[in-house]
Nanobody, 121 residues
Framework: QLQLAESGGGSVQPGGSLRLSCAAS????????????MGWYRQAPGKERELVAT???????NYADSVKGRFTISRDNAKNTVALQMNSLKPEDTAVYYC???????????WGQGTQVTVSL
């Protein structure tokens, strides 16, 4: 069973940067990791969970319009990790950020426990 663990959240002032990391563990092989699109989602208080960015096994990426040009998602298939570099952070980026792995064959999702990101003065 694949498990995800996030790290790197915290508090920062507007304009600052944070880097989130997600490590996958469990029964993983290179064959299995190819089946997953990795991504980051976020959920702010009172709002629905929303896509931030995804990265496929071939390293192609997809970003929400609200983070384009500020956030960068990356993936290391050898280490089974995915990272989210967040620059020029805004107060509206404040949310709990979740790491996600979506199986492209079965369609099921695996979620990490979430990490809080707070952007304020």
């Amino acid at each position: 069973q694949l498990q995800l663990a996030e790290s790197g959240g915290g508090s920062v002032q507007p304009g600052g940067s944070l880097r989130l990391s997600c490590a996958a563990s469990g029964t993983i092989s290179r064959l299995i990791s190819r089946l997953y699109v990795m991504g980051w989602y976020r959920q702010a208080p009172g709002k629905e969970r929303e896509l931030v960015a995804t990265v496929s096994d071939d390293l192609s990426t997809n970003y929400a319009d609200s983070v384009k040009g500020r956030f960068t998602i990356s993936r290391d298939n050898a280490k089974n990790t995915v990272a989210l570099q967040m620059n020029s952070l805004k107060p509206e980026d404040t949310a709990v950020y979740y790491c996600n792995a979506r199986n492209i064959v079965r369609g099921d999702n695996i979620w990490g426990q979430g990490t809080q990101v707070t952007v304020s003065l």
